[in-house]
Protein backbone atom coordinates (compact mmCIF):
# COMPACT_ATOMS: atom_id res chain seq x y z
CA UNK A 1 0.00 0.00 0.00
CA UNK A 2 1.37 3.00 -1.01
CA UNK A 3 -0.15 5.69 1.67
CA UNK A 4 -3.71 7.72 2.12
CA UNK A 5 -4.95 10.35 -0.42
CA UNK A 6 -6.20 12.08 2.64
CA UNK A 7 -5.22 13.17 6.52
CA UNK A 8 -5.18 10.54 9.07
CA UNK A 9 -6.57 12.80 12.05
CA UNK A 10 -5.44 11.96 15.34
CA UNK A 11 -7.57 12.91 18.81
CA UNK A 12 -8.17 11.89 22.21
CA UNK A 13 -7.29 12.41 25.77
CA UNK A 14 -3.32 12.88 26.48
CA UNK A 15 -1.62 9.70 27.14
CA UNK A 16 -3.59 8.00 24.90
CA UNK A 17 -0.73 7.12 22.59
CA UNK A 18 -1.58 9.43 19.46
CA UNK A 19 2.41 10.55 18.96
CA UNK A 20 3.53 6.67 19.23
CA UNK A 21 0.71 5.57 17.19
CA UNK A 22 2.03 8.99 14.17
CA UNK A 23 5.47 7.83 14.54
CA UNK A 24 4.04 4.25 13.75
CA UNK A 25 1.41 5.19 10.63
CA UNK A 26 4.63 7.66 9.09
CA UNK A 27 7.27 5.38 9.18
CA UNK A 28 4.98 2.45 7.60
CA UNK A 29 3.03 4.28 5.31
CA UNK A 30 5.52 6.95 4.24
CA UNK A 31 3.20 9.49 5.44
CA UNK A 32 4.43 12.64 7.03
CA UNK A 33 4.37 13.43 10.10
CA UNK A 34 2.37 16.94 12.12
CA UNK A 35 2.83 16.43 15.67
CA UNK A 36 0.54 19.66 16.53
CA UNK A 37 1.94 20.66 19.96
CA UNK A 38 5.57 20.24 18.49
CA UNK A 39 5.05 22.84 15.29
CA UNK A 40 2.89 24.85 17.88
CA UNK A 41 6.12 24.90 20.38
CA UNK A 42 8.82 25.60 17.36
CA UNK A 43 6.64 28.49 16.11
CA UNK A 44 5.94 30.52 19.15
CA UNK A 45 9.87 29.42 20.11
CA UNK A 46 7.98 28.34 23.88
CA UNK A 47 7.34 25.12 25.58
CA UNK A 48 3.46 24.21 26.00
CA UNK A 49 3.65 25.20 28.92
CA UNK A 50 5.24 28.44 28.31
CA UNK A 51 2.52 29.31 26.01
CA UNK A 52 -0.49 28.71 28.32
CA UNK A 53 1.63 30.82 31.15
CA UNK A 54 2.43 33.62 28.99
CA UNK A 55 -0.72 33.99 27.03
CA UNK A 56 -3.50 31.32 28.36
CA UNK A 57 -5.53 28.68 27.23
CA UNK A 58 -7.55 30.45 24.61
CA UNK A 59 -4.39 31.89 22.66
CA UNK A 60 -2.81 28.72 22.48
CA UNK A 61 -6.40 26.85 21.27
CA UNK A 62 -6.34 29.72 18.65
CA UNK A 63 -2.85 28.53 17.36
CA UNK A 64 -4.38 24.99 17.01
CA UNK A 65 -7.45 26.39 14.90
CA UNK A 66 -5.20 28.01 12.81
CA UNK A 67 -3.02 25.36 11.88
CA UNK A 68 -6.07 22.71 11.38
CA UNK A 69 -6.67 24.91 8.37
CA UNK A 70 -3.03 24.47 7.20
CA UNK A 71 -3.53 21.19 7.11
CA UNK A 72 -6.25 20.92 4.58
CA UNK A 73 -4.19 21.74 1.88
CA UNK A 74 -2.35 18.47 2.95
CA UNK A 75 -2.72 14.36 2.11
CA UNK A 76 -0.78 11.50 3.32
CA UNK A 77 0.14 13.11 6.44
CA UNK A 78 -0.71 11.92 10.25
CA UNK A 79 -2.02 15.03 12.21
CA UNK A 80 -1.42 13.99 15.44
CA UNK A 81 -3.70 16.36 17.76
CA UNK A 82 -3.06 18.14 21.32
CA UNK A 83 -5.86 16.50 23.51
CA UNK A 84 -8.10 19.43 23.40
CA UNK A 85 -8.00 20.13 19.66
CA UNK A 86 -11.03 18.36 18.83
CA UNK A 87 -12.66 20.30 21.56
CA UNK A 88 -13.65 23.11 19.40
CA UNK A 89 -16.38 22.15 17.19
CA UNK A 90 -14.75 24.52 14.32
CA UNK A 91 -11.71 22.62 14.82
CA UNK A 92 -13.56 19.44 13.77
CA UNK A 93 -15.09 20.88 10.82
CA UNK A 94 -11.39 21.75 10.20
CA UNK A 95 -9.98 18.46 10.61
CA UNK A 96 -12.83 16.31 8.22
CA UNK A 97 -12.27 18.34 5.22
CA UNK A 98 -9.18 16.33 4.10
CA UNK A 99 -9.14 13.90 6.73
CA UNK A 100 -10.93 10.93 8.91
CA UNK A 101 -10.63 11.55 12.29
CA UNK A 102 -9.20 8.64 14.60
CA UNK A 103 -10.02 8.73 18.32
CA UNK A 104 -7.66 7.33 20.47
CA UNK A 105 -9.01 5.28 23.53
CA UNK A 106 -7.35 4.47 27.24
CA UNK A 107 -8.50 4.06 30.29
CA UNK A 108 -7.29 6.25 33.18
CA UNK A 109 -5.14 4.14 34.97
CA UNK A 110 -3.64 3.37 31.39
CA UNK A 111 -3.71 7.29 31.21
CA UNK A 112 -1.79 7.82 34.30
CA UNK A 113 0.63 4.90 33.71
CA UNK A 114 1.50 6.73 30.94
CA UNK A 115 1.83 10.21 31.92
CA UNK A 116 2.92 10.15 35.35
CA UNK A 117 6.53 10.95 34.93
CA UNK A 118 6.28 13.59 32.58
CA UNK A 119 5.87 17.52 32.85
CA UNK A 120 4.38 19.55 30.15
CA UNK A 121 1.33 18.86 30.40
CA UNK A 122 -0.81 22.06 31.82
CA UNK A 123 -3.89 20.51 31.98
CA UNK A 124 -2.67 17.85 34.56
CA UNK A 125 -1.55 20.23 36.82
CA UNK A 126 -3.34 19.58 40.40
CA UNK A 127 -4.93 16.75 38.45
CA UNK A 128 -2.30 14.21 38.11
CA UNK A 129 -4.03 10.79 39.25
CA UNK A 130 -6.30 8.58 38.61
CA UNK A 131 -9.55 10.45 39.81
CA UNK A 132 -8.37 13.55 38.34
CA UNK A 133 -7.88 12.04 35.33
CA UNK A 134 -11.16 10.17 34.96
CA UNK A 135 -13.22 13.42 35.92
CA UNK A 136 -11.37 15.55 33.34
CA UNK A 137 -11.96 12.42 30.55
CA UNK A 138 -15.53 12.19 31.44
CA UNK A 139 -16.06 16.22 30.48
CA UNK A 140 -14.62 15.23 27.31
CA UNK A 141 -16.28 12.13 26.52
CA UNK A 142 -19.00 13.04 24.38
CA UNK A 143 -16.97 15.97 22.09
CA UNK A 144 -14.41 13.69 21.46
CA UNK A 145 -16.78 10.69 20.46
CA UNK A 146 -18.72 12.92 18.15
CA UNK A 147 -16.14 13.91 16.18
CA UNK A 148 -14.60 10.56 15.53
CA UNK A 149 -14.93 8.85 12.28
CA UNK A 150 -13.45 5.65 14.28
CA UNK A 151 -12.23 4.68 17.78
CA UNK A 152 -9.90 2.90 18.50
CA UNK A 153 -9.18 1.60 22.38
CA UNK A 154 -5.15 1.26 22.94
CA UNK A 155 -5.20 -0.01 26.59
CA UNK A 156 -2.70 -3.63 26.80
CA UNK A 157 -2.09 -3.22 23.05
CA UNK A 158 0.69 -2.74 21.23
CA UNK A 159 1.40 -0.18 18.92
CA UNK A 160 1.43 -2.52 16.12
CA UNK A 161 -1.94 -3.88 17.02
CA UNK A 162 -3.56 -0.33 17.46
CA UNK A 163 -2.43 0.43 14.21
CA UNK A 164 -3.16 -3.13 12.14
CA UNK A 165 -6.72 -2.16 13.91
CA UNK A 166 -7.00 1.42 13.18
CA UNK A 167 -6.28 0.90 9.03
CA UNK A 168 -8.75 -2.34 8.93
CA UNK A 169 -11.10 0.19 10.09
CA UNK A 170 -9.97 2.82 7.67
CA UNK A 171 -10.37 0.32 4.59
CA UNK A 172 -13.62 -0.75 5.73
CA UNK A 173 -15.00 2.59 5.94
CA UNK A 174 -14.14 3.05 2.21
CA UNK A 175 -15.60 -0.06 1.17
C1 LIG B 1 -3.85 19.29 25.98
C2 LIG B 1 -3.07 18.24 25.55
C3 LIG B 1 -1.64 18.37 25.20
C4 LIG B 1 -1.34 19.82 24.79
C5 LIG B 1 -1.83 20.79 25.82
C6 LIG B 1 -3.34 20.67 26.07
C7 LIG B 1 -5.28 19.02 26.33
O1 LIG B 1 -1.32 17.48 24.15
O2 LIG B 1 -1.89 20.12 23.54
O3 LIG B 1 -1.12 20.52 27.00
O4 LIG B 1 -6.05 19.99 26.47
O5 LIG B 1 -5.65 17.84 26.46
P1 LIG B 1 -1.16 15.88 24.30
O6 LIG B 1 -2.52 15.27 24.19
O7 LIG B 1 -0.30 15.51 23.15
O8 LIG B 1 -0.53 15.62 25.61
Not at 116 to 143: A, F, S
Request: aromatic share 6%; charged share 30%.
Amino acid sequence: MSGFDYNIVLIGFMGTGKSTVSEYLSSRFAMRIVEMDQVIAKREKMSIPEIFAAHGEEYFRDLETGLLVEMQSRKNTVISCGGGAALREKNVVQMKKNGKVVLLTASPETVYERVKDCDGRPLLDGRKNVEGILELMEQRRDRYEAAADIVVNTDNKTVTQVCEELVKRLMEMEE
